[in-house]
C-alpha cells in the first residue's frame, strides 16, 4: 500500500548477521497506469465534431448514403491500455493502437460507434462515442452545402435521380450546395435541378436551347425573358465538353456578363440615328437579337435611324423591329412569287420598321405594297426611304379610289414606276376617274393587275369617247356630258354643255382628235 499507480519505484534488500550487514543489487518496479485517455481518434470517413480533444468523449459526424461503412484509428496515451471497439451494440472487438479498426457496418440514420479504452490496470475504462449519421439517400443530396464529403454518383442513383454522371457529378454537386436544401428536398426537385444543369452543358454544345425554367431552378439570377437569348448565345460561345460552366459560380459569371453586355449594346442600338459610329452585327448579337446578317445590317441600321429610341429601347421592340425587317425583305423575291405565304408584312409590320406610311395603309393599301415589294429584289426595299416612296404611291392609289383628297394627286409619273402602261397625260384623267369609280375600300385596285385593267378600259373607253365628241359636226347624236367624262374631259357641266357642243362643231374635223385638244376647247 501507500504507491502510486503509473510510477516506478527502486528498492534493495539487505541482510544484517553476526557478520555485518549485507545488501542485494538495487532493483525497480513500476505500478500498472490507470490513464484511459487517447491521443487521437480519426475516421476514415467524415469529421469528427467537435475536434478531438482527450477529454472530450462525445463526438458527432455525418456521412453520405453511399457510406455503408467506415474505420476508427484510435491511438492510447498511456502505453499498455488496450482499446476495443464496436458499433450500435454488436459486441466489442479489440484494435491496435494507432491502427485502423475493421470495416464499421452503417444503417441508414444515426449510428453508436463506441471506443472503450482500458487502463493498463486492467481496472480503469473510459468510453468514447460517435455518433455516426448515415445520410438517406435524398438527405444526403439535398443536405450538401458544400462542406464534408460531396455526394456520389452512388448517391444520386439511390434516390433515383438520373443523369449524373462521374464527368459531371462535380456540376450537380455544386448546384446542391448553392441551393436552399429546401429546394432539393423531394426527388421531383433534385430531379429538376439536375435536368436544368444537364440542359445548360448539352447548350454549350450546341445542343437545344435552355429555358428561363433552366436558370431559375439552378438559382441563378440576372435573366429574364428579356435577355434571355443573350445568355444563351454566350452559353453556346463556351467550350463545348462544358468546363467552362461546371460550376455555379462559372454559370453565374457567364450569365452576368451577358446580361450586362446585352444591355449596354441594347443602349447603343435605340440611340442610333443614324450618325456617328454604325452599330455592327456583333452588338446586335451581343444583345442577343437574331435574324440580323451582313446582308441586312444596312437594312436594319436604316431603320433603327427612322425610328425614335423609345421604339427600339427595349428588347421585345428591338427584335420586333428586326423581325419585321427581315419579314419585308422575305417578300421581296424579285417577281418569283410569293415565298412566304401566310406570312406577308402587315401595316404594323411596317410601322414597327419606321415606315410611317406605309404602316398607315388600309389592308387593301397593304396587299398592293406587298405585291410591289415581291415584285423587286431586296436591294430595292432594303432603306426606309425605298418602302416609303412606294408607300407613298399606293397610298395616292387608294386615296384617289376612295375618293378622298390625296397630299399630292396621283401621277403619270407614279402609275408608271407601279408598273400600269398604255397611260398617256391626256388620258391620265379618264385613267384616274376609273380609279375613283372602284369601291372605296381600295379593293378593286389592290393589286397590280387590277390596277392595270382599271387603267386599260379607261384607256380603251376614253380613246372611243374622244373619236366619237371629235367627229361631232352638228348633226346626229350629240354627246352628253357623261361622253365627255368618259373621255376624261373636265368641266363639262349641263349648264355650259350646249355652248361647248356648238364650238365642236364650228371646229374643222379632225381639230380635236385628243383629249388634250378637246381639253382645251372645254377650257376656252
Not at 165 to 180: D, I, K
Not at 186 to 207: C, I, R, T
Not at 224 to 237: E, F, G, K, N, P
Not at 452 to 461: D, E, G, I, L, Y
Request: hydrophobic share 45%.
Amino acid at each position: 500500500t501507500g504507491l502510486s499507480m503509473g510510477s516506478a519505484y527502486s528498492f534493495r534488500a539487505y541482510a544484517i548477521n553476526s557478520e555485518g550487514t549485507s545488501y542485494s543489487p538495487v532493483g525497480t518496479f513500476s505500478t500498472p497506469s490507470t490513464v484511459t485517455t487517447l491521443n487521437a481518434l480519426t475516421l476514415s470517413t467524415g469529421v469528427l465534431t467537435p475536434g478531438f480533444a482527450g477529454a472530450t468523449t462525445s463526438y458527432a459526424s455525418a456521412v453520405t448514403n453511399s457510406t455503408t461503412a467506415i474505420t476508427v484509428t484510435p491511438t492510447v496515451a498511456q502505453a499498455g491500455a488496450t482499446v476495443q471497439v464496436q458499433v450500435n451494440g454488436g459486441g466489442y472487438g479489440s484494435v491496435s493502437s494507432g491502427v485502423a479498426s475493421g470495416a464499421l457496418s452503417l444503417v441508414v440514420g444515426a449510428n453508436a460507434i463506441e471506443i472503450l479504452v482500458t487502463a493498463e490496470d486492467g481496472v480503469a475504462t473510459r468510453v468514447y462515442t460517435v455518433s455516426v449519421t448515415r445520410q438517406s439517400a435524398s438527405d444526403s443530396l439535398s443536405g450538401y452545402d458544400g462542406s464534408g464529403p460531396p455526394p456520389t454518383v452512388a448517391d444520386y442513383v439511390a434516390a433515383g435521380v438520373t443523369g449524373v454522371t462521374p464527368s459531371n457529378v462535380a456540376a450537380m454537386n455544386s448546384a446542391l450546395a448553392h441551393l436552399p436544401a429546401d429546394a432539393t428536398d423531394s426527388l421531383a426537385e433534385l430531379q429538376a435541378v439536375v435536368d436544368a444543369y444537364l440542359s445548360l452543358l448539352s447548350a454549350a454544345g450546341g445542343g437545344a436551347a435552355s429555358s428561363l425554367a433552366d436558370f431559375t431552378t439552378l438559382g441563378l439570377s440576372g435573366v429574364i425573358a428579356d435577355t434571355l437569348a443573350a445568355v444563351r448565345l454566350a452559353l453556346a460561345a463556351t467550350a463545348d465538353n462544358g468546363s467552362e460552366i461546371d460550376t455555379i459560380a462559372e454559370l453565374q459569371s457567364v450569365v452576368t456578363a451577358a446580361a450586362s453586355s446585352a444591355t449596354t449594346a441594347l443602349v447603343r442600338l435605340a440611340a442610333y440615328d443614324g450618325t456617328g459610329v454604325a452599330p455592327t452585327v456583333d452588338d446586335f448579337t451581343a444583345a442577343g437579337r437574331t435574324g440580323v446578317v451582313s446582308g441586312n445590317l444596312g437594312a436594319m441600321l436604316s431603320a433603327l435611324a427612322a425610328l425614335p429610341s423609345s421604339a427600339t429601347d427595349s428588347f421585345g421592340e428591338l427584335q420586333g423591329m428586326i423581325t419585321a425587317y427581315v419579314a419585308v425583305l422575305a417578300e421581296a423575291t424579285g417577281g418569283s412569287g410569293d415565298l412566304t405565304p401566310g406570312a406577308d408584312p402587315s401595316a404594323a409590320s411596317y410601322g414597327a420598321i419606321g415606315a410611317t406610311t406605309a404602316g398607315a395603309l388600309s389592308p387593301a393599301g397593304t396587299a398592293l405594297l406587298n405585291e410591289l415589294v415581291r415584285g423587286g429584289s431586296a436591294a430595292a426595299v432594303d432603306t426606309i426611304g425605298e418602302i416609303e416612296v412606294i408607300a407613298a404611291r399606293v397610298q395616292r392609289v387608294i386615296q384617289t379610289a376612295s375618293g378622298s383628297q390625296a397630299a399630292s394627286a396621283l401621277t403619270l409619273a407614279d402609275l408608271t414606276a407601279l408598273g400600269i402602261t398604255g397611260v398617256s397625260a391626256d388620258l391620265l384623267g379618264s385613267v384616274l376617274g376609273a380609279i375613283a369609280a372602284t369601291a372605296d375600300d381600295g379593293t378593286g385596285v389592290d393589286s397590280v393587275a387590277e390596277l392595270q385593267s382599271t387603267a386599260s378600259a379607261a384607256v380603251s373607253a376614253a380613246t372611243a369617247a374622244i373619236a366619237s365628241r371629235s367627229d361631232f359636226s352638228g348633226t346626229g347624236t350629240a354627246p352628253t356630258t357623261a361622253d365627255f367624262a368618259a373621255a376624261g374631259i373636265l368641266g363639262v357641266t349641263s349648264q355650259n354643255l350646249a355652248a361647248i357642243l356648238s364650238a365642236l362643231a364650228a371646229l374643222p374635223s379632225g381639230s380635236t382628235a385628243s383629249a388634250a385638244a378637246l381639253q382645251q376647247v372645254v377650257d376656252a
